[in-house]
């Protein structure tokens, strides 16, 4: 049973406009959430956090918002870049110490 | 400082071979994970260690075996190779539980 689910395989944007990739969760347990950003042929890089405490962290172009009622977040870029072009997983943990959870990911095009 | 490195980026292994990956990391973190990353299934978490002479089973650990002699490197072992191990491999490490640091991955293709 997937905890962590990014419903969408892949999103297109045009260069400019917002781009909002969602992440649901079913584990109410959860109380830490983050975002990997992955190019093809690399590793996955941290890109912003938020805890479960917040329902919204911003950094720079990237902004995240965290509805616990819903069990929902979503990560907004504004405005989105061909550089942003790449597949992004969200991730949940259950407290201090915990392992992170994954979703399969979304493949976000930015089209010039 | 090279982050994370792991050691080999490609690898083809015959049904039934054994080998080990390497990861390697230069940050003093206590904590160093494997995963694996197939197409459509995200990244699942094989073994993990939250410190030096410790390990433990993760999401997906049937197949592998890890070892954890020192701090600053975490071996993954495959004994018996199968064609379902054929994945795309990533080490992590983190000082916290909250942020990993990847590494650039290893492929491995078992025929």
């Known amino acids: 049973d997937q905890q962590v689910k990014q419903n969408s395989p892949s999103l297109s944007v045009q260069e400019g406009r917002i781009s909002i990739l969602n992440c649901d969760y079913t584990?109410?347990?959860?109380?830490?959430f983050l975002w990997y950003k992955k190019y093809p042929a690399e590793g996955p890089t941290f890109l912003i956090s938020?805890?479960?405490?917040?329902d919204k962290n911003e950094d720079g172009r990237f902004t995240v918002f965290l509805n616990k009622s819903a069990k929902h977040l979503s990560l907004h870029i504004v405005p989105s870049q061909p550089g942003d072009s790449a597949v992004y997983f969200c991730?949940?943990?259950?407290?201090?110490?915990?392992?992170?959870?994954f979703g399969k990911g979304i493949t976000l095009s930015v089209r010039p | 400082n090279a982050g994370v490195t792991q050691t080999p980026k490609f690898r083809v292994l015959k049904t039934g071979q054994s080998m080990t990956l390497l990861c390697a990391q230069d940050?003093?973190?206590?904590?160093m994970y494997w995963y694996r990353q197939d197409p459509g299934m995200g990244l699942r978490l094989i073994h993990y260690?939250?410190?030096?002479?410790?390990?433990a089973k993760g999401e997906v650990p049937d197949g592998y075996n890890v070892s954890r002699l020192k701090k600053q490197n975490f071996l993954l072992g495959l004994e018996s190779a199968a064609p379902s191990q054929t994945s795309v491999y990533f080490c992590?490490?983190?000082?916290?539980?909250?942020?990993?640091?990847f590494g650039p991955g290893t492929r491995l293709l078992v025929l």
């Open positions: 584990n109410s347990m959860f109380d830490y």
């Open positions: 260690s939250v410190g030096e002479g410790t390990t």
């Open positions: 992590a490490s983190g000082g916290s539980i909250e942020t990993q640091y």
């Open positions: 938020i805890s479960s405490i917040k």
């Open positions: 940050m003093n973190h206590e904590y």
């Open positions: 991730a949940a943990r259950t407290g201090a110490n915990s392992k992170l959870t």
